[in-house]
C-alpha cells in the first residue's frame, strides 16, 4: 500500500544528521521495499515446510520485514531511526489489518448473494414457499413503509430541535438538551425496541406487534443523529445573512423559514440521508416490534410486518430443510441492505456536492 | 410611554419586547421539539420501569432459570462487559494507530479517501456482521483457537475445550472490535487534527523523527480525546445486539474462558433471541435486563461525553 | 418620506458592559449624516441601536429613547420588526442572500415577507431599486443569476437595492466601503449623494475623507481607554468639524494626531 511513507522522507530525517555530524550513513530509499520482498520470498520458501496458508504467510512476512527494517536501520542510522521506522511499519500494518474485515465481508456478501438477485426476490414473497424459490417482496416494502414513517417522524422532531439549539436556546436548557442529545446517540437500539413495545404493551396489551412500534423504535435512533448534524449545518450559517434579513423587517421564523434553511438545504439534505442509512439496517428493534410475516402486508397499523434485515435474520437462523435455499435468501437480503445503505452515502456525498449554495466565486 | 430612566435597571434588564405572533408560534414549536427530547429520554426510562416491575415484584420461581431475577441477569451483565471488554482493548490500539496512519503517516491526497474507506465500516448494518461472523470469521478462527489451547492451555482465558465452530466469546469480541473501530478513530483522528501545528513543529525543529514529534506532542495532547472515544465505542460494543446474537453460541454461566463452546450470552443478544418466542412475565424479565443494560450504557456514555466535552473546553474549539 | 430622528439620553450594553454612554444627538432629514472615530468607540454599535438591530446580539441591550415621528422605537407596544422596515441597513460586508438570484435578492424584503404583488408591479419595483442603485445597466441582462457572482462594489450596490426596495425612511450604513476598491467606493459614494434626495442616511465611515466629501453633519465617538464607555464627544456641521473643532479630541483625530 503505501510503502512510500516508510522510506525516509529526505526532509524528515537528514535535519538531525548533519547537525549532529556523527551519522552520514543512511539507509537508501529502497532499502525497506527490499526488506520485505526478502521476508516474502524467505517466507515463501518455508510454505511447504510449515504448512501455511495465505494469511499467515502475509503475517509472517509483515514480522519478518518489519524486523529485518528495524534491524537494518539500526545497524546503520541508530536506534531512534530504527524504533521510528518500526512504529510506521506498525501503523502501516494497523491500518492494513482493518481493511481485511471490510474486503473479506463485501466479498463474502456479494459473492454469496449474487445468486439470488433476480427478479423473483424483488417481485415475491415467501407465502407457500418451502424450498426453492421464493423472494423479500414483502420485506423489502416492509422496510421502506418503515424507514419512511420513521424519516417522517424523525426528520421534523429533529430539525426543529436543532433550530432551537442554534437560534433560540441559551444558558441551562440549552446545555441539557445538547447533553442529551449525546446521550441519546448512544442508546443501544434493542433498548429503543424494548421502549417502542413497552410504550404499546400499556395501551394495547402484552404480545402487541405492529409497524409504526417499529417506526417509533427507529425513530429514538434516527432524532438524535438528524439534531446533531442539523446543528452543525445551521450553525455554518453565516450570521450575516441573518442579520441582512432582519435589517430588510422580515420577523425571526421568517429569516429561519426562508434564509437560514434554504441556505444550509445541501447539508441538511445530506445529514438526514445519512442518518436514515443508520437506521435503515437496524435488525434489533424491529425483530422485537414488528416480527417477521410471510406475506406481504404493507400497513403499518395493523400487524406484523417483514423488513429486509429481520427477514435475513429469520432466513439465516431458521433456514428449515433443506437449509441451502434459505440461506442463499438470507445472503442476498444481505447484499440488497448494503447495497442500499452504500447507495444511500453515495446519495448523501451527491447531495452535498451538487446542491451546495451556488457561489460565483 | 415606558421610559426605562423611570424602572430600576434590573440585572436582566431587557425590555420584554413585542413579539409577532407567528415568532411566537415558531419559537414554541422549536421549543417543544427540544423539550420532547427530554421527555422521550424521560418516556424510555419510565416505560422501562413500569414494564420491568413485574419481575423485579415476581417470586423468584417465576423467573426463567427459577432462582430469581438477579441470578437471571448476571451472567449476562458478565457476559456483555466481557465481550465489550475485549471489543475494546482490541479496538483501541488499532484505532489510534490508524488515526496516526492516516492523520500522518498516508499521503496527504489519499488521506481523506482512506478515512473515508474506515467510516465505510460504520456503514454495514450489524445483521451483516452477524453474517460475516458466523461465516467467514469464526471458521477462520478455529485453528487458532486450537493452537491457543495447545500452548497456553495453561492460562484460564484459553483453557478450552476449543470450539469447533469457532463461536466463542472471543469472536464475538473480535467481531465488536471491528464494529466500534470506526467511532474510536474517527474521535481519535479529531482531536489528533486538533493538535496545535506550533506543537508539532518545534518538535520537529528540535530534530525529533516522526514518531518522537508523535509522541511527544501529538499523543499527550490527544489522550483524552482516545478516552473518551474509548468510552463511546464502549458504550456501542454494550449495547451491540444481532453481532452477537448471531455469533455467539451460548450456553452456561460465568465462565472466563473465552474459546470453548460454552458462554455467558449478552443482555443484548439475549434478548433479541428470546424476546420472539417469549410471553407474560418472561417478557418482563428481558424488559427489566433492557432496563439494566440501558443504566449502563447510559453511565458509560455519560462518563465519555463529559470525558470528550472537557477536552473540549481546553481545545479553545468553540 | 425622509424622517428626523431624535436621540436621547442613550445608553447602550452588551450584558452588564456599557459600550456606549448618554448619546444626545437628531438627525436631520434628507442628508448625510457620518460617524467617525477611533476603533471600538462604539459608532457601529450607535449606528445599530437605531433600527434595534443591536438587541439580535444575545444580552444586548439599551437605556434611553429614540424618537422617530413622534414615536419612541424602544417603547414598550413597538415591534422591532417595524421598526426595521422603517429603517433599513447596509452592511460593512456585502452580505446577498446566496441562495438567491439577483432579481430576488432585491425583491427579498417583500417575498420574505410574503407581500402579495402582481409581476409586473415587483418587476417595476426591482428596475426602479436596481436604477435607484446604480446598478440596473450592470445586471439588467443577467436577473436571473445568482447575486454571488458580482463583484464586491456590485453586490454591496445590489444589497443598498435590497435595503430601498422595501421603501424604508431612514436608510443606515455601516462602513459600506471598507471592503471595497476606490472605483467602488466613488459609484457608492455618488450613489449616497443621489439617494440623500429621498432618505435620511447614517453613515459609519473609518474614511474621513468620505465624510467630509458626503455628509453635512458629522457625530465624533471617541472612548477614553480600554474598557471605557464610548461617547459622543462632538456632534456638528461637516464643514465646522473639519476646518474649525469645538473640542481638543476631534481636532486632534482629524488632524491625524491619533486613532
Not at chain 2, 478462527?141 to 466463542?168: D, K, M, Q
Not at chain 3, 444580552?59 to 415621528?69: H, S
Not at chain 3, 471592503?179 to 449623494?193: F, H, Q, R, Y
Request: net charge positive; with cysteine.
Amino acid at each position: 500500500m503505501s510503502q512510500t511513507s516508510t522510506a525516509p522522507a529526505p526532509t524528515g530525517s537528514s535535519a538531525p544528521t548533519p547537525r549532529r555530524g556523527e551519522r552520514a550513513r543512511r539507509v537508501p530509499n529502497w532499502a525497506p521495499w527490499a526488506a520485505f520482498a526478502g521476508a516474502a520470498v524467505v517466507v515463501g520458501a518455508l510454505w511447504p515446510l510449515l504448512d501455511l496458508n495465505i494469511a499467515l504467510f502475509v503475517l509472517y512476512t509483515v514480522v519478518l520485514g518489519t524486523l529485518a527494517v528495524y534491524l537494518l536501520t539500526r545497524s546503520v542510522e541508530g536506534s531512534r531511526q530504527a524504533i521510528d521506522r518500526l512504529v510506521t511499519c506498525l501503523v502501516v500494518s494497523a491500518f492494513g489489518l482493518a481493511m481485511v474485515p471490510l474486503v473479506s465481508l463485501v466479498w463474502e456478501v456479494v459473492s454469496r448473494g449474487i445468486g439470488r438477485l433476480d427478479g423473483t426476490f424483488f417481485n415475491s414473497s415467501l407465502v407457500g414457499i418451502v424450498g426453492e424459490g421464493g423472494g423479500a417482496y414483502h420485506a423489502i416494502m416492509g422496510t421502506l413503509i418503515i424507514t419512511a414513517l420513521t424519516t417522517l417522524i424523525s426528520v421534523p422532531i429533529g430539525l426543529m430541535t436543532a433550530v432551537f439549539l442554534v437560534e433560540y436556546a441559551r444558558g441551562r436548557l440549552k446545555r441539557a438538551i445538547t447533553f442529551l442529545v449525546d446521550v441519546m446517540t448512544g442508546i443501544p437500539s434493542i433498548v429503543a425496541g424494548l421502549f417502542a413495545y413497552a410504550l404499546f404493551a400499556i395501551f394495547l396489551g402484552p404480545g402487541v406487534r405492529l409497524g409504526i412500534m417499529g417506526a417509533i423504535a427507529l425513530s429514538v435512533l434516527m432524532i438524535p443523529v438528524v439534531v446533531r448534524s442539523a446543528e452543525e449545518v445551521l450553525k455554518l450559517v453565516p450570521n450575516e445573512l441573518r442579520e441582512a434579513s432582519y435589517a430588510l423587517g422580515v420577523p425571526k421564523w421568517r429569516t429561519i423559514v426562508k434564509v437560514v434553511i434554504p441556505t444550509a438545504i445541501a447539508g441538511l439534505g445530506t445529514g438526514v440521508t445519512l442518518a436514515i442509512a443508520r437506521v435503515v439496517g437496524e435488525t434489533a428493534p424491529l425483530l422485537i416490534t414488528l416480527g417477521i410475516t410471510t406475506a406481504t402486508n404493507l400497513n403499518a397499523f395493523d400487524g406484523r410486518m417483514a423488513t429486509l434485515p429481520v427477514y435475513a435474520y429469520y432466513q439465516l437462523t431458521q433456514p428449515g430443510v433443506p437449509p441451502q435455499f434459505a440461506t442463499d435468501r438470507a445472503w442476498t437480503a444481505a447484499l440488497v441492505l448494503i447495497i442500499l445503505v452504500m447507495g444511500l452515502n453515495v446519495v448523501a456525498r451527491l447531495i452535498s456536492r451538487f446542491f451546495a449554495p451556488k457561489s460565483g466565486r | 410611554m415606558s421610559s426605562t430612566r423611570t424602572t430600576p435597571p434590573s440585572p436582566a434588564g431587557t425590555r420584554r419586547s413585542v413579539r409577532r405572533p407567528g415568532d411566537r408560534v415558531f419559537a414554541g414549536t422549536a421549543k417543544g421539539a427540544g423539550i420532547l427530547i427530554l421527555v422521550i429520554l424521560a418516556g424510555v426510562a419510565a416505560f422501562l420501569v413500569v414494564e420491568a416491575v413485574p419481575a423485579l415484584t415476581a417470586p423468584a420461581e417465576d423467573i426463567p432459570g427459577e432462582s430469581g431475577l438477579a441470578s437471571y441477569v448476571a451472567p449476562l451483565v458478565f457476559g456483555t462487559l466481557l465481550a465489550a471488554v475485549i471489543a475494546l482493548l482490541v479496538a483501541t490500539p488499532l484505532a489510534v494507530a490508524i488515526a496516526l496512519f492516516i492523520g500522518y503517516y498516508a499521503p496527504r491526497r489519499m488521506a481523506q479517501g482512506l478515512g473515508y474507506l474506515v467510516d465505510l465500516l460504520a456503514a454495514i448494518p450489524s445483521i451483516v456482521y452477524g453474517f460475516w461472523g458466523i461465516f467467514w470469521l469464526a471458521p477462520k478462527l478455529v485453528p487458532f483457537y486450537e493452537w491457543l489451547e495447545r500452548n497456553l492451555g495453561f492460562i484460564p482465558l484459553f483453557a478450552g475445550p476449543a470450539s469447533t465452530t469457532g463461536r466463542t466469546m472471543l469472536t464475538a469480541g473480535l467481531v465488536l472490535a471491528v464494529m466500534i473501530l470506526p467511532i474510536v478513530s474517527a474521535i481519535s483522528r479529531e482531536v489528533f487534527l486538533q493538535v496545535p501545528s506550533l506543537h508539532r513543529e518545534a518538535a520537529l525543529a528540535l530534530g525529533a523523527t516522526r514518531w518522537e514529534m508523535i509522541r511527544m506532542a501529538v499523543l499527550p495532547y490527544g489522550r483524552s480525546g482516545v478516552i473518551g472515544g474509548a468510552m463511546l465505542g464502549l458504550g456501542r460494543a454494550l449495547g451491540e445486539t444481532m453481532a452477537v446474537a448471531i455469533v455467539l453460541s451460548v450456553s452456561g454461566g460465568i465462565t472466563f474462558n473465552l474459546i470453548s463452546s460454552g458462554n455467558p450470552s449478552t443482555i443484548a443478544a439475549n434478548i433479541a433471541l428470546e424476546f420472539p418466542e417469549s410471553s407474560g412475565i418472561d417478557i418482563n424479565t428481558l424488559i427489566a435486563s433492557g432496563l439494566a443494560l440501558f443504566v449502563i450504557t447510559l453511565a458509560v456514555n455519560m462518563l465519555a461525553r463529559a470525558i470528550v466535552n472537557r477536552r473540549a473546553d481546553f481545545s479553545g474549539a468553540n | 418620506m425622509a424622517k428626523r430622528i431624535d436621540v436621547s439620553d442613550l445608553h447602550i450594553y452588551y450584558g452588564n458592559f456599557l459600550a456606549v454612554e448618554n448619546v444626545n444627538v437628531s438627525i436631520e432629514p434628507r442628508s448625510i449624516t457620518a460617524l467617525i472615530g477611533p476603533s471600538g468607540c462604539g459608532k457601529s454599535t450607535f449606528l445599530r441601536s437605531l433600527n434595534r438591530m443591536h438587541e439580535v446580539i444575545p444580552g444586548a441591550r439599551v437605556e434611553g429613547k429614540v424618537v422617530m415621528d413622534g414615536v419612541d422605537l424602544y417603547g414598550s407596544d413597538v415591534d422591532p420588526v417595524d421598526v426595521r422596515r422603517q429603517i433599513g441597513m447596509v452592511f460593512q460586508r456585502p452580505n446577498p442572500f446566496p441562495t438567491m438570484s439577483i432579481y430576488e435578492n432585491v425583491a427579498a424584503g417583500l417575498r420574505l415577507n410574503a407581500k402579495r404583488m402582481k409581476k409586473s408591479d415587483l418587476d417595476d419595483l426591482v428596475e426602479r431599486s436596481l436604477k435607484g442603485a446604480n446598478l440596473w445597466t450592470e445586471v439588467k441582462d443577467r436577473l436571473d443569476r445568482p447575486g454571488a457572482g458580482l463583484s464586491g462594489g456590485q453586490q454591496q450596490r445590489l444589497c443598498i437595492a435590497r435595503a430601498i426596495a422595501v421603501e424604508p425612511d431612514v436608510l443606515l450604513m455601516d462602513e459600506p466601503c471598507s471592503a471595497l476598491d476606490p472605483i467602488s467606493t466613488l459609484a457608492i459614494e455618488d450613489l449616497m449623494t443621489e439617494l440623500k434626495e429621498r432618505f435620511t442616511i447614517v453613515i459609519v465611515t473609518h474614511n474621513m475623507q468620505q465624510a467630509a466629501r458626503v455628509s453635512e453633519q458629522t457625530g465624533f465617538f471617541n472612548l477614553n481607554g480600554v474598557g471605557q464607555p464610548g461617547r459622543l464627544i462632538e456632534f456638528n456641521p461637516t464643514e465646522k468639524i473639519f476646518s474649525n473643532p469645538d473640542q481638543k479630541a476631534t481636532e486632534d483625530y482629524i488632524s491625524g494626531r491619533f486613532g
